[in-house]
């Protein structure tokens, strides 16, 4: 299953938390729960024992997650938690917030799936195709020609930024909500 994200904007996973009640308790009229914020455990394993604690009043309590908060859609839903997801909050919380929301396009334009590819290897994948926040195509090539082009300031002034841009972006990158990436 691959995970789409919508640009998921000002989401920050190290700030992700849930509420959890229990499908017993929903069934009989009661919402009674507790946000949990998942920062305050290291692993699913930890979080799974707070539940326990939380509703000890039932003995084979089935854990209804009622609502959560900057977690992606793909690595929660109503009764279950994505075995990576500790492991996913602690990879992407050492992305700056502005590579947060980049990581999450990457994802999606390269249909990789946050839930089963190595975590780590995705960050690593995504910052080598991560090339930076740019106005427009146009911006990134003017960087490109300045970067690794010697042109007298003469030349500059005739050269074509948006063609070379346009070339650029044919195959070798692409642009979206700000970010340029390189492609895989």
Not at 26 to 43: A, C, P, R
Not at 93 to 102: C, K, T, Y
Request: hydrophobic letters at 35%; aromatic letters at 18%; one cysteine or more.
């Amino acid at each position: 299953m691959v995970i789409k994200f919508e640009v998921m904007g000002n989401v920050i996973l190290s700030e992700a938390r849930v509420y959890v009640g229990t499908y017993a308790k929903y069934n009989n009229g009661s919402i009674f729960g507790k946000w949990l914020d998942l920062s305050d455990y290291s692993n699913k394993e930890e979080f799974y024992d707070a539940c326990r604690e939380l509703h000890s009043d039932e003995p084979d309590a089935e854990y209804m997650f009622q609502d959560y908060e900057n977690i992606p859609d793909g690595l929660i839903n109503e009764s279950w938690i994505s075995d990576n997801l500790f492991e996913v909050i602690e990879a992407v919380s050492e992305l700056g917030d502005d590579e947060q929301e980049a990581f999450y396009l990457w994802l999606d334009n390269n249909s990789r799936d946050i839930d089963t590819d190595d975590i780590s290897g995705l960050i690593d994948s995504f910052r080598d195709d991560y090339q930076g926040t740019y106005k427009d195509e146009e911006d990134y090539a003017y960087e490109v020609v300045e970067q690794c082009y010697d042109l007298p300031e003469f030349a500059k002034t005739y050269f074509d930024y948006e063609k070379f841009a346009r070339d650029l972006f044919i195959g070798d990158y692409w642009f979206s909500s700000g970010y340029v990436f390189r492609c895989s």
